[in-house]
């Protein structure tokens, strides 16, 4: 990663671009929360940016006189970066991964249109092939904002 401080936007070469990520993960818009990828080691870890804008649809109800990203889609954002641990096993079977759980996730301070989230998960452990943990967390500005445990699923 190229920065020259916690403070600095990330400007590294993305690992995966949007239409790499786009044809590994199923999720698009409003949901596709992940910009582009810094780091990725399939079955063992991610790093990627999610870049907060205020013409994001959540922010015409949450809140209109003081915009705050929800919870829930940070976390969302964590978890989609965490299925791109999974995505490439070779010995994984294909299918649609989803959440079985989340523990202990905190939030630290509020995200804000404007902020770069920085998002690192790494897998945990893979049982049966079915079911998985990633610990995850998101930065803004070198600042933790929200970690936790995430389990996903494999549905057929």
């Known amino acids: 990663m190229t920065s020259s401080s916690a403070n600095d936007v990330v400007t590294s070469q993305p690992v995966l671009n949007a239409e790499q990520i786009m044809g ?26 999610k870049n907060v804008t205020l013409n994001e649809p959540q922010f015409q109800g949450h809140f209109p006189a003081r915009p705050l ?7 969302e954002a964590m978890a989609q ?3 791109l641990i999974v995505t ?6 294909k299918g649609l ?8 996730v905190r939030f630290r301070r509020p995200v804000v ?8 998960c790494e ?3 893979l ?8 610990k995850a967390e998101a930065t803004v500005d070198g600042q933790l904002v929200c970690s936790g445990e995430l389990m996903f699923s494999l549905v057929d």
């Open 123 to 125: 897998l945990l452990s």
């Open 24 to 49: 590994l993960l199923p999720h698009r818009y409003p949901f596709a929360l992940v910009d582009r990828v810094l780091e990725h080691v399939p079955g063992e870890k991610a790093v990627a940016i």
């Open 127 to 134: 049982k049966r092939k079915r079911f998985g943990k990633v």
């Open 81 to 83: 970066v965490g299925g």
């Open 113 to 120: 249109p404007g902020d770069q989230l920085c998002i690192s």
């Open 88 to 93: 490439q096993m070779p010995d994984l079977p």
């Open 97 to 104: 991964f989803v959440f079985a759980g989340i523990d202990g």
């Open 69 to 75: 990203m929800p919870g829930v889609l940070i976390v």
